[in-house]
């Protein structure tokens, strides 16, 4: 396999809004085109963009879409078309809404195949099958959202979780809808596993069946063998399965993995039926006319993360970043600000949830996005002084009183020189609770170098960090009271947001945004917007 493909690929993605004002009429619907999976959805009249997530949009930064940050929204009614062109990236990544929570629903995946003449690095599969996890409310999500923010306790506890748009048999009444994938005895099956859940970073595990992972996030891995993957809101993972037991039907399921201790969460399962064509009636296999159940691991088994996580490894023609021209140490996490007594101040003690990176609860502007700002110069939009180090140090993962932490509000960059090697380690702190942060960067496929419980300690786990094939991808699960480390090259120009995909995070301000600067030729500079870009 040749690593260094160009994959031009223009893909068009029309959102249809329609002007129904039923309140709770939400369908799925999956076409397939050429590779690209949508779900289409139809539902009140709302503002709109949709981000790709995980491509990098070299060239294309105004195709990323979050609200505000490279374009303003659609209007209801209106559709828009996004024009990217795909490099270097080969596997699975997906779209998902990229305003308020819509991205509830509004998603689907995005399948880069390899170019036309070239192929898998692995024996190729006779099936190919998206499986995308998701997270389902009964409510409208807008609802659930301004309850999330502005009032009432654990807002995030969903009703279900899916698999392909259905939950499964062991909710009530979805018997009839389980999803079912049929394979015949001796298939190899790539499943293309997304994690589309709003909120939950989930296992996934098939019975009795072994899992071969080849690919993260729109990039090879070396192979190996596991049981059972966590994936992280928008992640994918690519497994190849071997249709290799006795005929019959088997479970594939997933479940919450939740790390924040007495954290209220949804801790149903969803399933899908892996069904062997030819079995002989379900009644004759083993003693149970029910398909198989597998194990999933307990929903706080941070111990299986761990392993999973360490075994993820870039194939060995992976150049890391060695000279580091910009290191940055972020403090993320959850934190409390003083709230005024009344129905908003969820928190203890009259306070209410934010959360921030490095002390700042980024604040989205209100009148451009911050792309067209930096394009066109437009003043007072927004600042460039988002620290590159904590205001103030301390133990992060100890014991911290919330009067050290009070996040600020603010809409703060941080600049790039067009080119620099960036480390970034994010460190989990503890103010109101530990858990893993799945950490997502727009434009960037990122090395993890090296993770750790505990606070960071620059002298023993630098000398442990793999510059030889770490895996490379755009969103890190960053463990529960412990740190990741990053690093990528500045080769991507514009503005692009990092930011915690557990949406209610992001909403309470666990975000904030690089400006990466123009380099010399003209696929290193920002391109001039789209002439139909949505007007602010
Ligand atoms: Cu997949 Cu900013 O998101």
Known sequence: MNAFFIVLLIISIHFVLSSTTLANTQFHDFVGVNGVCFVTYYKRNHLLVSNRHGILQLGTPWADGPDRITQ??????????????????????????????????????????????????????????????????????????????????????????????????????????????????????????????????????????????????????????????????????????????????????????????????????????????????????????????????????????????????????????LDITEDLFFAIGLGLVNCNPGPTCQGPNNTRFAASMNNVSFQLPQTTSLLQAHYQNIPNVFTIDFPPVPPTPFDYTGNVSRALWQPVPGTKLYKLKFGSQVQIVLQGTAIVSTENHPVHLHGYSFYIVGEGFGNFNPGTDTAMFNLIDPPQRNTVNVPVGGWSAIRFVADNPGVWLMHCHIDSHLTWGFAMSFLVENGPGRLQSISAPPLDLPPC
């Open 72 to 321: 303003c929204p659609i209007q209801p009614g209106a559709s828009y078309t996004y024009r990217f062109t795909i490099i270097n990236q080969e596997g699975t990544l997906w779209w998902h809404a990229h305003s308020r929570w819509l991205r509830a629903t509004v998603y689907g995946a995005l399948v880069i195949y390899p170019r036309i003449g070239s192929t898998y690095p692995f024996e190729p599969p006779k099936l190919e099958i998206p499986i995308l996890l998701g997270q389902w409310w009964n409510r409208d999500i807008i609802d659930i959202q301004n309850q999330a923010m502005f009032s009432g306790a654990a807002p995030n506890i969903s009703d279900a979780y899916t698999i392909n748009g259905q939950p499964g048999d062991l909710y009530r009444c979805s018997n009839k809808d389980t999803m079912k994938f049929y394979v015949e005895s001796g298939d190899r099956i790539l499943m293309r596993v997304i994690n589309s859940a709003l909120t939950q970073q989930l296992f996934f595990t098939i019975a009795n069946h072994k899992l071969t992972v080849v690919g993260v996030d729109g990039l090879y891995t070396k192979p190996f063998t596991t049981t059972t993957l966590m994936l992280g809101p928008g992640q994918t993972t690519d497994v190849i399965l071997v249709a290799d037991q006795n005929p019959g039907n088997y479970y594939v399921a997933a479940r919450a993995y939740e790390s924040a201790q007495n954290a209220a969460f949804d801790n149903t399962t969803t399933t899908a039926i892996l069904a062997y064509k030819y079995a002989p009636c379900s009644g004759q296999i083993g003693t149970s006319f029910k398909p198989i159940l597998p194990n999933l691991p307990n929903y706080n088994d941070s111990a299986t993360v761990t392993a999973f996580t360490t075994q993820l490894k870039s194939p060995d023609n992976v150049s890391v970043p």
